[in-house]
C-alpha cells in the first residue's frame, strides 16, 4: 500500500522553495545567507547507537512519525498515552478524513484532537471502547488497547484483516498463544486483537511468556512497532504464516495445512470429527478431540506460534527435532467407563484418540493448561468428564497419513503427497 507524503512536509517543501526563490532574486550571489531548511532531528543524546531500539527510533524520527523533545532528548523509557499514540499513529496514515463526532474530554483546543478524529474516522479509534464518551487523553496506553488500535488500523487498510479479527471473535475453536488465555487477566474483548497482533509480529510476550495486556509501551517499543505497522500495511494477512495458523485453528480446530506438508483428501478434516465422541476398544470410556495443534519439528528449531505453548526448548527442545517428525497435541474431552489409569487409556483406542504422554510441566503451569497430574496413578475416575491436552506424533514422509474416525463414522484424513 502507498502511502501519501505528510502533508506537513508538503508544506515545509514550499514554504522551503519560496524563500529560496526569494532569495536568490534579492541577494544571488550571497547564498550563504539563505535560511537554512528548519531540519528534523533523528538522533537524541538519550538513545546512543547501542540502545536496542536506535535504528528503528531514528526511522520513526526521519518520517516525522515521533519526534523528540526540545531539550533534545526521546525519552525511549517513558510510557506512551493515549494522545500520544493517535497522533503516532494518524501520522502514519496522514488522512484528511475527520470524524464529527467527539469525546467530552477532548476539547477543539486539544494538541490530539485533530488526531483523535482521523482515528475515529478511520476506525483505529472506535467510541463504543471507551465508557460515558470519555477519551482520558493523558492515559498511558495498554497492550490489550494498542494491539486493538492498530489490529483496526490494518483493517482499515485491508478489509482482509477486518475477516480475521472476526474469525477469531466468533469462534469458540479461538486459542490465542498466551497463558492469559486459559489464565485470565486479560479482557476477552481484546483477545482476537491481541492475536492478530501476535499473529504478524507487531507485539510478542516476554521472557515468561505473558503477553501483559493491562501493561503499558515505552516511547522506544512504539517506534519499533510503528516500522513492523508499516510494514504490515503493506501486505496481506495470507502473508503472516502465525496470522494463518490462527485463523486456520479458529476455523476448523487445527493448524495443519499451515504449519505441515500434509494436505487434505477428498475427505473431511478434523472438523469433522470435533467434538464426536470416539468409544475406547477396550471399554474404558468415550474421548472426544477439541483441537489439533501441530508443531513442526522436523528441522533444528520448532515452527508454529504454539510453540512456546507447548515445548520447552531448553529441557526437550532436542528430542524430536531433525527426526522428520511432526508434534500434534491434541486437546481432548475423556468420560472414563470406569476408573482407569494414563496408560489404559493408552491401550484402549486410536492414536489419535488416546495418548499417555502428557505436556511438559513447565508448559503447564506457565500456560494453565489442563492436564492430568502424573502417569501413574488412576487420575480419570468415573463419572466425572476430564479436559485434557497430550502429546502425539506423526512423521513427513510422503505418502504417510493423519487419519481416525468418531463413532458415527465421520473422519478426518490428510497425507502427506507422494
Do not use: C
Not at 496481506?236 to 490462527?246: I, N, Q, Y
Amino acid at each position: 500500500m502507498l502511502h501519501k507524503k505528510s502533508s506537513r512536509n508538503n508544506l515545509m517543501a514550499k514554504a522551503l522553495a519560496a524563500s529560496v526563490m526569494t532569495a536568490a532574486v534579492v541577494i544571488p550571489v550571497a547564498t550563504e545567507n539563505v535560511e537554512a531548511a528548519p531540519v528534523i532531528k533523528t538522533t537524541f543524546k538519550d538513545v546512543a547507537k547501542s540502545h536496542w531500539a536506535y535504528e528503528s527510533i531514528k526511522r520513526v524520527a526521519e518520517k516525522g512519525l515521533v519526534t523528540g523533545y526540545e531539550d533534545g532528548t526521546y525519552k525511549p523509557s517513558a510510557q506512551v498515552t493515549r494522545a500520544e499514540f493517535a497522533t503516532f499513529l494518524s501520522r502514519v496514515f496522514d488522512s484528511s478524513e475527520r470524524a464529527t463526532v467527539s469525546f467530552s474530554d477532548v476539547s477543539n483546543t486539544h494538541w490530539a484532537n485533530d488526531a483523535i478524529k482521523e482515528g475515529l474516522a478511520l476506525g483505529f479509534i472506535k467510541v463504543e471502547d471507551f465508557s460515558n464518551n470519555k477519551f482520558d487523553p493523558n492515559k498511558p496506553m495498554t497492550r490489550g488497547e494498542m494491539s486493538r488500535w492498530l489490529a483496526n488500523g490494518l483493517a482499515h487498510a485491508n478489509a482482509d484483516y477486518g475477516k480475521a479479527i472476526e474469525e477469531l471473535t466468533n469462534s469458540s475453536l479461538t486459542i490465542i498463544p498466551i497463558p492469559e488465555f486459559y489464565g485470565g487477566g486479560v479482557n476477552k474483548k481484546d483477545l482476537p486483537y491481541i492475536g492478530v497482533a501476535l499473529g504478524i509480529g507487531l507485539l510478542s510476550g516476554y521472557e515468561d511468556f505473558k503477553f501483559k495486556p493491562n501493561g503499558n509501551t515505552t516511547r522506544a517499543e512504539v517506534a519499533t512497532i510503528l516500522i513492523r505497522f508499516m510494514d504490515a500495511m503493506k501486505k496481506t494477512p495470507s502473508d503472516f504464516t502465525g496470522l494463518k495458523e490462527l485463523r486456520e485453528v479458529a476455523e476448523t480446530g487445527t493448524n495443519i495445512l499451515t504449519i505441515s506438508n500434509y494436505k487434505k483428501t477428498k475427505y473431511t478434516g478434523y472438523e469433522g470429527v470435533l467434538g464426536k465422541p470416539h468409544t475406547y476398544l477396550n471399554k474404558t470410556g468415550v474421548a472426544t478431540i477439541e483441537h489439533a495443534i501441530f508443531i513442526d519439528t522436523t528441522g533444528p528449531k520448532p515452527k508454529s506460534i504454539f510453540k512456546d505453548m507447548f515445548i520447552n526448548e531448553k529441557t526437550e527442545g532436542a528430542i524430536l527435532l531433525n527426526k522428520g517428525l511432526y508434534r500434534i497435541y491434541y486437546e481432548y474431552t475423556f468420560k472414563p467407563s470406569r476408573d482407569v489409569s494414563l496408560q489404559s487409556v493408552k491401550n484402549g483406542s486410536d492414536m489419535h484418540f488416546a495418548s499417555n504422554v502428557m505436556v511438559d510441566k513447565s508448559k503447564i503451569e506457565q500456560f494453565n493448561l489442563s492436564s492430568p497430574k502424573t502417569t501413574s496413578k488412576n487420575e480419570f475416575l468415573k463419572g466425572e468428564t476430564y479436559r485434557y491436552w497430550a502429546l502425539n506424533g506423526v512423521d513427513n514422509r510422503a505418502g504417510s497419513e493423519v487419519t481416525s474416525h468418531a463413532d458415527d463414522g465421520s473422519l478426518f484424513y490428510y497425507v502427506v503427497p507422494k
